[in-house]
Nanobody, 124 residues
Framework: QVQLVESGGGLVQAGGSLRLSCAAS????????MGWFRQAPGKEREFVAA????????SYGHSVKGRFTISRDNAKNTVFLQMNSLKPEDTAVYYC?????????????????WGQGTQVTVSS
């Protein structure tokens, strides 16, 4: 049974940084892309970033491009999201997910496995 556990969320002031981690277990993740999504209260789930298994290809949501960086450590089955220059509008629950595709998809429909989420709150 696949399990994804996110960590690293918290409260930070605008302009600050956070690094999220997601540890995957219970499955074979070779060739699987992984991604991060977020959802704020009253809003739809939003694509944040995704990365291929090799790490050679990444994709980012428009609102985070240039500020967030996704990376992965396959030896530890862990994906990271480095978030810099945080803004109050980045406040949301952040979810890690494993894709059923090899490409870094931005569609949540391509991700059958999800973590429980970690709260990120950015104060102004």
């Amino acid at each position: 049974q696949v399990q994804l556990v996110e960590s690293g969320g918290g409260l930070v002031q605008a302009g600050g940084s956070l690094r999220l981690s997601c540890a995957a277990s219970g499955g074979t993740f070779s060739a699987s892309s992984m991604g991060w999504f977020r959802q704020a209260p009253g809003k739809e789930r939003e694509f944040v970033a995704a990365i291929t298994w090799s790490g050679g290809s990444t994709s980012y949501g428009h609102s985070v491009k240039g500020r967030f960086t996704i990376s992965r450590d396959n030896a530890k089955n862990t994906v990271f999201l480095q978030m810099n220059s945080l803004k109050p509008e980045d406040t949301a629950v952040y979810y890690c997910a494993v894709s059923a595709t090899i490409f870094p998809s931005s569609s949540y429909r391509d991700y059958p496995y999800w973590g429980q989420g970690t709260q990120v709150t950015v104060s102004s």
